[in-house]
């Protein structure tokens, strides 16, 4: 010991009493938060990264930079990143008519079944390629109707916007928008938007900034998911989509639009909303002349 203290250039007392201090404060919440970061990380599926864990934290009143959250995660390596890889899905290359854009890349709506977005993208396992249909609500983010097919044909979107109509049954004027692809402008897909009384919306051909919302939601489940698994079968794929879908993405995953809630969350906070407003009694007379 005193021959390393003299290495250290060090008292043997110091290095006795360095010994018996512990851990400082600071050091003990930053192994705190790193255990907790951890925990998080693997209960989100491990795609969450530094801004997604921060809300994350200030859930559990626990409250570090954004910075700070990064560096915790990188000295654990803990990251969310994957690769990516390209197939192409859309052939706008059809005699189908094409409708115009009536959302504009505004991708706001203020109730639910106001506006639905569709696209479709694809899905690589051992026994071939899967193709993922999926419709989302704008106000809520959520996926309302999906299907997973082994074809790319006119079938595989038309069963997932009929799951969404039979779920939600949104009124009449509901905007559907999708690209120009030869799926979404076949006769059978719009004669069934037509039979709903949908307005028919298509991005500019070549732009997928607009239908940029959807865009993300395949981004994100190929990052989060699909990139990470080597599905070795078609029926282990369906599967593990459908439960990142339905019991991850929709009732689980924080989502930096709606404030970092889930999209199910964001949806019941305004159904109570909705039912606190209708539980008010009607203004009189005079409460409505003073209000005014």
Request: aromatic share 12%.
């Amino acid at each position: 010991m005193t021959k390393l203290c003299q290495v250290l250039e060090v008292s043997r007392t110091g290095y006795y009493k360095w010994r018996e201090k512990g851990k400082s404060p600071s050091q003990e919440k930053k192994e705190e938060a790193q255990v907790l970061i951890k925990q998080v990380f693997y209960e989100k599926r491990q795609v969450y990264g530094s801004p997604r864990m921060k809300k994350e934290l200030e859930k559990k009143e626990v409250f570090l930079s954004e910075k700070t959250v990064g560096n915790y995660m990188r000295d654990l390596g803990l990251c969310a990143l994957m690769p990516s890889k390209y197939k192409t899905t859309t052939n706008s290359n059809h005699n189908h008519p094409i409708y115009p854009n009536l959302l504009m890349r505004n991708f706001n709506a203020d109730a639910p079944n106001k506006v639905w977005v569709a696209d479709i993208t694809y899905i690589w396992t051992i026994e071939g390629w899967l193709y993922l249909a999926t419709v989302m609500d704008l106000f809520s983010r959520k996926i309302v109707g999906f299907n997973i097919e082994e074809n790319l044909s006119k079938e595989l979107p038309k069963l997932a916007l009929e799951r969404a109509l039979n779920f939600r049954s949104p009124a009449e004027g509901l905007i559907h928008h999708s690209d120009q692809g030869s799926q979404y402008a076949s006769n059978d897909y719009v004669d069934l938007l037509n039979e709903k009384k949908c307005k028919i919306s298509m991005s500019r051909r070549g732009d997928c900034y607009d239908n940029a919302c959807i865009e993300s939601f395949h981004s994100t489940i190929k990052k989060e998911l699909i990139y990470r698994e080597n599905f070795r079968t078609i029926d282990e794929a369906k599967m593990a989509v459908l439960d990142y879908i339905i019991f991850f993405y929709n009732e689980s995953r924080s989502h930096s639009t709606l404030d970092y809630v889930s999209p199910n969350d964001f949806e019941k906070a305004y159904q109570t909303e909705q039912e606190k407003n209708a539980q008010q009694p009607p203004a009189t007379f005079v409460e409505e002349q003073l209000a005014f």
